[in-house]
């Protein structure tokens, strides 16, 4: 079968990866909604683990329907560390059911219309230490702080752009809580379509803060030992009873909206993501939740893919995106710059350069 020209992304065929696509982009278009994880997990052999980086010119097949989330099976390899599901031309609909599991692909609300003829100049805050996005030691201070000004001066060239780094996360939210600031990254966003399910600060963040358009996806996965009852798991439900580890200062708003863990279950936090395989290998937890790279650099080194396996259920992507407080106009003008540099770096492929390039430096 040809696979179809970059005008038409038909379901049930082959597509060629345009310049400027994403895989967001690509299902909005076949499908009519934002959940690309179908697209993501039929190809994985294509496109490797991180969905974010997709190569002009590389062959993808577009599932007959993606009103389901397939469960995918995550093999973990010491070279190369790519799984390699069976590619799917003709598979048949699975059965449909809620689009939950990827709470923050929710397809944002249209921009409303914003005066930006305002003061152009911007302050921005970013934290040290969160590589590969954010960090002193980063190439261009890392992902996040590359692609955020590279934005802003698409649109903004003449601009004045202050970029201030603080020593930490908890730095990072006392800097935007003050307003000293017009533009923050990167932050989480949480699907504040299911607010009574989230914790007070997610609630406020949800209140609060004006988000960009997301400039990244982060991967979450999970890991129970071989022979665990949860292992495979592929329902959250199926968790409640669970011991969940998550590492100190990462998100938890995805598991509350879960209603996880239930009762009989616990979260558990370690410092740090060793610390929670360390547990899991100690039998104090069931299972752990962090982000793919995280997870697949820890069971790489230490040799764990013979005794380890994937949760399916907790698997899902999170995005990252720039805020302004909703009382600070320049902040919001700001976020509005940002996402249409950030639709022209998309069109033109310096948003893929720049992505590609920053995670080959980790």
């Not at 048949?92 to 305002?118: C, N, Q």
């Not at 939740?289 to 069971?299: E, G, N, V």
């Amino acid at each position: 079968m040809v696979a179809s020209d970059a005008a038409a992304q038909v379901p049930c065929e082959p597509y060629i990866i345009q310049s400027g696509d994403t895989l967001r982009g690509i299902t909005e278009r076949a499908y009519g909604n934002g959940n690309f994880r179908p697209i993501f997990e039929a190809n994985r052999n294509v496109i490797g683990f991180d969905p974010n980086v997709i190569e002009v010119g590389d062959v993808i097949d577009l599932p007959c329907s993606n009103t389901g989330t397939a469960a995918s099976t995550v093999v973990i390899e010491a070279t190369p560390p790519q799984p390699a599901p069976e590619r799917v031309t003709e598979a048949p609909e699975p059965e449909p059911e809620p689009e939950t599991t990827i709470a923050a692909l929710v397809p944002e609300e249209p921009e409303p219309e914003i005066d930006l003829s305002g003061p152009a100049d911007v302050r921005f805050v970013t934290y040290d230490g969160n590589a590969p996005y954010s960090g002193a030691n980063l190439p261009n201070g890392g992902l996040a702080t590359e692609l955020l000004e590279t934005a802003y001066g698409r649109i903004a060239p003449d601009a004045e752009v202050d970029t201030t780094l603080v020593t930490d996360n908890f730095a990072f939210l006392m800097a935007m809580g003050s307003e000293a600031y017009d533009v923050g990254f990167p932050s989480i966003r949480p699907n504040c379509n299911v607010i009574e399910t989230l914790a007070v600060e997610m609630i406020e963040l949800c209140a609060k803060y004006a988000f960009s358009e997301p400039f990244h996806e982060i991967r979450m996965t999970a890991w129970a030992l071989n022979g665990n009852s949860f292992a495979g798991a592929s329902e959250p439900a199926e968790l409640s009873s669970a011991r969940i580890c998550r590492p100190e200062d990462l998100f938890t708003f995805d598991l509350e909206a879960d209603r996880l863990p239930g009762r009989g279950g616990a979260l558990v936090s370690r410092p740090d993501n060793g610390g929670c395989f360390n547990a899991l290998l100690a039998g104090e937890v069931d299972l752990i939740s962090m982000p793919f790279t995280d997870a697949r650099d820890i069971i790489t080194e230490r040799g764990l893919s013979a005794q380890v396996a994937p949760v399916p259920a907790l698997e899902r992507g999170v995005t990252l995106h720039a805020v302004a407080n909703q009382s600070n106009p320049d902040g919001v003008r700001a976020i509005s710059r940002l996402n249409r540099g950030l639709e022209q770096m998309r069109g033109d492929g310096q948003w893929f350069s720049i992505v590609s390039r920053q995670l080959a430096a980790r």
